[in-house]
């Protein structure tokens, strides 16, 4: 399993925006999917975007989110645009070098390699 490392979270006001990061030591996002997902209390997981090894985007969230990587930085992105206070919860990347490291997938148990997660809080 990797080790990821999820950043960028924290208080922001209602139509602002966020950008996380997902990163991980030997990483080798062109060998690995990786996904967001985020969980509100008392819930499950759920996918928001996903990135596969060659780059492609699957998003099954709304257009606010954007995924993203960057090879060079060995690191995955999450934007978030005009972020309201349902957004509020803690985000989670996942990783997978298997059989979704090209499909992709919004199922949490697709993935066997996560971050401790970060939280986002929308409040003014």
């Known amino acids: 399993q990797l080790q990821l490392v999820e950043s960028g979270g924290g208080l922001v006001q209602p139509g602002e925006s966020l950008k996380l990061s997902c990163t991980g030591s030997?990483?080798?996002?062109?060998?690995?999917?990786i996904a967001w997902f985020r969980q509100f209390p008392g819930k499950e997981r759920e996918g928001l975007s996903c990135i596969n090894r060659n780059g492609d985007t699957r998003n099954y969230a709304d257009s606010r989110f954007t995924i993203s990587r960057d090879i060079t930085k060995n690191t995955a992105y999450l934007q978030m645009n005009i972020l309201r206070p349902e957004d509020t919860a803690v985000y989670y990347c996942a990783a997978d070098r298997g059989y979704y490291s090209d499909l992709c997938s919004d199922a949490a148990r697709d993935f066997d390699s996560w971050g401790q997660g970060t939280q986002v809080t929308v409040s003014s």
């Open positions: 030997g990483l080798m996002l062109d060998y690995t999917a």
